[in-house]
């Protein structure tokens, strides 16, 4: 159930509690004012998460073109780098320990 269809749900019952003469609770958090204050705050702080989803999603992409993009990403330059080190410093030297235990993958 998606958050939209539980607020959605969550105002019926709301209607449906205030359309019902019998419903007079005396506990503050169970009076319809409350809960309408409280579905109120619901739907805002979901809405507020809608509009971020978008920058979110935007900023994800321009990561993942960034690290792993084919050609100049983060991870063909710290290959290289690491290509580079063993060349001038021999696969035995301690300067190529240093770098060859750290892993480095294109995720697709």
Same mark, same amino acid.
């Given at each position: 159930m998606s958050f939209d269809n539980r607020l959605d749900n969550f105002d019926k019952l709301i209607q449906l509690l205030d359309s019902s003469p019998l419903y007079t609770p005396n506990e503050t958090d169970l009076q319809l004012t409350t809960i309408k204050t409280y579905y109120d705050t619901l739907n805002a702080k979901n809405a507020a998460v809608k509009t971020a989803i978008i920058p979110l999603s935007n900023a994800r992409i321009s990561r993942?073109? +960034?690290?792993? %993009? @084919?050609?100049?990403?983060?991870?063909?330059? @710290?290959?290289? /780098? %690491?290509?580079? +080190?063993?060349?001038?410093?021999?696969?035995?030297?301690?300067?190529?320990?240093?770098?060859? %235990?750290? @892993?480095? %993958? /294109? +995720?697709?």
């Open positions: 993942d073109e +960034i690290m792993y %993009k @084919a050609g100049a990403s983060m991870v063909d330059i @710290a290959l290289d /780098v %690491k290509t580079y +080190i063993k060349s001038v410093f021999g696969a035995t030297s301690p300067q190529y320990k240093q770098v060859s %235990k750290l @892993a480095f %993958k /294109v +995720i697709p």
